[in-house]
Nanobody, 127 residues
């Protein structure tokens, strides 16, 4: 699968932004998805994950209650709605995909568990 992230930009603190990840191919529903981010000088960190079915989600403590992950398997898309943004949310945001079987409903927060990565989209939150 090929992943294309988009939707990043510059927003003021307290604002909202939605980043999207479009996947190629007809087997998107067989992938668990995740969002990660990497700020300058820092390691890439987990943000959120969603099962292939979209029925379960997980979030890093730092974004819980502010970010919402969702997916549309018919459109091969995964979205990350980001509200109440803070300057510390500034980073390059990456979507990632992990091939799973239909009986696997796990969520994956370890970047090394993912097989495919998008190119990243920059999110900048000004104070």
């Amino acid at each position: 699968v090929q992943l294309q992230a988009s939707g990043g930009g510059l927003v003021q603190a307290g604002g909202s932004l939605r980043v999207s990840c479009a996947a190629s191919g007809s087997t998107f529903r067989t992938y668990a998805m995740g969002w990660f981010r990497q700020a300058p000088g820092k390691e890439r960190e987990f943000v959120s994950a969603i099962t292939w079915s979209g029925l379960s989600t997980s979030y890093a403590d730092s974004v819980k209650g502010r970010f919402t992950i969702s997916r549309d398997n018919a459109k091969n898309m995964v979205l990350l709605q980001m509200n109440s943004l803070k300057p510390e949310d500034t980073a390059v945001y990456y979507c990632a995909a992990k091939r799973v079987i239909v009986t696997d409903y796990r969520l994956f927060s370890d970047q090394y568990q993912y097989n495919y990565w998008g190119q990243g989209t920059q999110v900048t939150v000004s104070s």
